[in-house]
């Protein structure tokens, strides 16, 4: 019984992680590459203020609850679980080392006056996000498979 509870948080807690960063993917990045820098800078920092500490502790908790279950669970889901939380750690990884020191650049700019030399963001953002999108969904699917 306790692992059927956990592989439920587990499916639940890597839909949430995999359904936030999709629906930033299909709708908040292009809105954001059709503004100009300064409305993007002042959106950007507006967009981004409430995702801390929220989203890590969602997608950690998906890892530990993966890790716990690789522990606890037998056979091929065993290596299932395992996987889902070495991919949960990567979103982390890439969040952490990828997006998040981009987002601090962009929210030290003042939206009115930005720097002659400024260069965009959004296109490396795009793929660093991307590729936790990716990881996200298929710790999605290697838990839903797990638990099923």
Sequence with gaps: MLQQTLGVLAVVGSGLVAGVLFAVALSVLPGLFAMPPDRYVYAHRLIGRN??????????????????????????????????????????????????PLNRRVKALDPDRLPGDWQDPRPLWRRWHLLRTGLALLALLGNAVALA
């Design 51 to 100: 995702w801390d500490p929220t989203m890590p502790v969602v997608v950690l908790t998906s890892a530990v609850l993966d890790i716990v279950l690789a522990v606890v669970a037998g056979g091929p889901t065993r290596q299932l679980f395992a996987g889902c939380a070495l991919l949960l750690v990567g979103v982390s990884v890439v969040s952490h080392f990828c997006n998040v």
